[in-house]
């Protein structure tokens, strides 16, 4: 199942299905996008996987092999493709916290997000090609805009599990956390992003026009937020 948290603008979704690595099926595909639809409005969301073990372990495999034919194929990855795109055109920003390993189409998962943050002892693989297919939710492309044509192409073509440190040296993971501190750091770093202006600096960082940066700045500038928090500057006793 797909749970939804909303706490004071932070949405957390978390695929809890540890009985199956937390992997998607067609009714997580369902349940994830409703939680995608109910979670508009926060100022951050954060996509995790329960436990330890795994944040995404990719397709379920014994529920998706019922689809033979190259027309449910493409309908699946279709779907698919469409939350993904969702996670990545989410208002605010979006943090994959990747509690434990992402593999497949959980790795597509995770670059679908803005910011990955991952435990020390994970590992994230695009290892379709153990399985003779290729990533289909757009996994691929959004590999290459992070670490480059040539190596997405040694990952994803050779199938290569990683390591959280050798991630964040490729810049496929941002930032890489201890184990025993994992959830704190995570919280933290959504907490942080969890705020009145990050939404507009996604919009900004995401390719914006210079007249649309601008008015952005005039929106937060005019707001009762920023002064606020201005006055709280101008005040402080020196």
Known sequence: ????????????????????????????????????????????????????????????????????????????????????????????????????????????????ADIRVAADDIKIGFNQVTLAIMPAWGGAERLAALVGKSRALLLAGGGALVGAAEAERLGLVDKVLPRASFEEGWKAVARSLANNSSGDIKRVIGGATPDEAVAAFARLWVADEHWAAADRVMNRKR
């Open 1 to 112: 199942m797909v749970e939804l948290e909303l706490d004071e603008g932070l949405a957390v979704i978390t695929i809890n299905r540890p009985e199956a690595r937390n992997a998607i099926a067609p009714e997580t595909m369902d349940q994830l996008e409703t939680a995608l639809d109910e979670a508009k409005g926060a100022q951050a969301l954060v996509i995790k996987g329960a436990g330890d073990k795994a944040f995404v372990s990719g397709g379920d495999l014994k529920q998706l092999s019922a689809l033979r034919t190259i027309e449910e194929a493409e309908a699946m990855a279709r779907r698919m493709r469409g939350i993904c795109d969702q996670i990545a055109a989410f208002p605010a920003p979006v943090v994959a916290a990747m509690n434990g390993h992402a593999l497949g189409g959980g790795a597509e998962v995770a670059v679908a």
